[in-house]
């Protein structure tokens, strides 16, 4: 069973930073894809940004220019710079990790808050 936990989120001001991590507890073989996802209060969960272990990315046109996924494969671990952040922003991000290069796959973290805010 492959476990994510997520950390990173917390209150920031318009304009400003965060940087969420994601810790994956074991290696997917072969192909593979991360990729971050999210839930604000009363919509559905929305894709956010993803990447293969061949580091081929992709983004929600929503946070394209702003937003940068990564990832540390010795560290298992994967990331998501979020710069410029609006208060439309604001959501449960959740990271999720699956077999295959097309999200979501079959596992999900216990996500983080994100609150963008004055």
């Known amino acids: 069973q492959v476990q994510l936990v997520e950390s990173g989120g917390g209150l920031v001001q318009p304009g400003g930073s965060l940087r969420l991590s994601c810790a994956i507890s074991?290696?997917?073989?072969?192909?593979?894809?991360v990729a971050w996802y999210r839930q604000a209060p009363g919509k559905e969960r929305d894709f956010v940004a993803s990447i293969t272990n061949s580091r081929s990315r992709d983004y929600a046109d929503s946070v394209k220019g702003r937003f940068t996924i990564s990832r540390d494969n010795y560290k298992e671990t994967v990331y998501l710079q979020m710069n410029s952040l609006q208060p439309e922003d604001t959501a449960v991000y959740y990271c999720?990790?699956?077999?295959?290069?097309?999200?979501?796959?079959?596992?999900w973290g216990q996500g983080t808050q994100v609150t963008v805010s004055w």
């Open positions: 999720n990790a699956g077999r295959g290069w097309t999200p979501p796959g079959d596992y």
């Open positions: 074991r290696i997917i073989t072969g192909r593979n894809v």
